[in-house]
């Protein structure tokens, strides 16, 4: 039922750097809609990461980043670490649809 | 501090009506751009968005369930209630509301309340 796609899971070693695809359409990523990312680690509720597109809320470590080009939006934690390892999602409106919707979400693993 | 708490039944029979309640404190519903929405997330699959009201009165709701939800408002009590009529096991979720900024994103989170519909 998600519109936004995103890759099932990512894996990396502590230190490295990862980087999560959210893939959509012109009517939810596309021009004048912007893409927020939340962090769900095991067991809790979803926690805000990333909103409007590319800006950390505070007391978001700056080792997580994000952009949107097009109808895509990409998030990357570089310095991976322990805690890092969770489920993450981004959202977004979409037009067509009248509706806020979530991509597949992605398991991060810290190997 | 905003703070969101879901509350409502652990357990629903096929067919019953799902009520719940979202109790939160620290914001006002009648500022703009302000809303509460309700979300939910099968065990182990992806987040759902259910409906929102918003600071306007305004209501909301994902059109693969508008026929079954409703999601009204009372002020006096800061309560947000979400109503999901003739239930099944399908329905089987952790429900969460969360606070909507102006921007269209929603932070914080309640802590989330897990319905298991079964008979």
């Known amino acids: 039922q998600s519109v936004l796609t995103q890759p099932p899971s990512v894996s990396g070693a502590p230190g490295q750097r990862v980087t999560i695809s959210c893939t959509g359409s012109?009517?939810?990523?596309?021009?004048?809609?912007?893409v927020h990312w939340y962090q769900q680690l095991p067991g809790t509720a979803p926690k805000l990461l990333i909103y409007?597109?590319?800006i950390r809320p505070s007391g978001v470590p700056d080792r997580f980043s994000a952009s949107k080009s097009g109808t895509s939006a990409s998030l990357a934690i570089t310095g991976l670490q322990a805690e890092d390892e969770a489920d993450y999602y981004c959202?977004?409106?979409?037009?067509?649809?009248?509706?806020?919707?979530f991509g597949t979400g992605t398991k991060v693993t810290v190997l | 501090q905003i703070t969101l708490k879901e509350s409502g039944p652990t357990l629903v029979k096929p067919t019953q009506t799902l009520t719940l309640t979202c109790s939160f404190s620290g914001f006002s519903l009648s500022i703009s751009g302000v809303g509460v929405g309700w979300f939910r997330q099968p065990p182990g699959k992806a987040l759902e968005w259910l409906a929102l009201?918003?600071?306007?009165?305004?209501?909301r709701y994902n059109p693969s369930l508008k026929s079954r939800v409703i999601i009204t408002k009372d002020t006096s009590r800061n309560q947000v209630v979400l109503t999901m009529t003739n239930t099944d096991p399908g329905d089987t979720a952790t429900y969460y509301c969360a606070h909507r900024l102006p921007g269209g994103w929603f932070d914080p989170w309640g802590q989330g309340s897990l319905v298991t519909v079964s008979s």
């Open positions: 012109s009517s939810n990523i596309g021009p004048g809609y912007d």
């Open positions: 009201f918003y600071w306007s009165d305004d209501q």
């Open positions: 959202q977004s409106f979409d037009g067509s649809l009248s509706s806020y919707v």
């Open positions: 409007n597109n590319n």
